[in-house]
Nanobody, 121 residues
């Protein structure tokens, strides 16, 4: 089994910053990608940012220039630095990892429990 644990959420005022962390552990042969989704109240879940092989990144248009995703491959950890936060960023942020648990296995997605980010005006 692969465990995914997020941390770093909280309450901040608009314009503030937060850094989210996510650690994957357990049976991991290879992590193909890690990233973050979010789901705000009454909204669909959307991809915020992802990183593959430690080099390729993708961002939602709404967070480009404000959020930065990074990783520590040795620790199976991904970070999301969130700057210039806006009320519209309020959501539960879910970390995921696309992981191959064994050398013979296939890739599967594993999700964290979510961490709440609330941005007040």
């Amino acid at each position: 089994q692969v465990q995914v644990v997020e941390s770093g959420g909280g309450l901040v005022q608009a314009g503030g910053s937060l850094r989210l962390s996510c650690v994957a552990s357990g049976s991991i042969f290879k992590i193909n990608a890690m990233g973050w989704y979010r789901q705000g109240p009454g909204k669909q879940r959307e991809l915020v940012a992802s990183i593959t092989s430690g080099v390729s990144t993708n961002y939602a248009d709404s967070v480009k220039g404000r959020f930065t995703i990074s990783r520590d491959t040795a620790k199976n950890t991904v970070y999301l630095q969130m700057n210039s936060l806006k009320p519209e960023d309020t959501a539960i942020y879910y970390c995921y990892t696309n992981t191959q648990a064994t050398y013979w296995g296939s890739l599967h997605d594993y999700w964290g429990q979510g961490t709440q980010v609330t941005v007040s005006s």
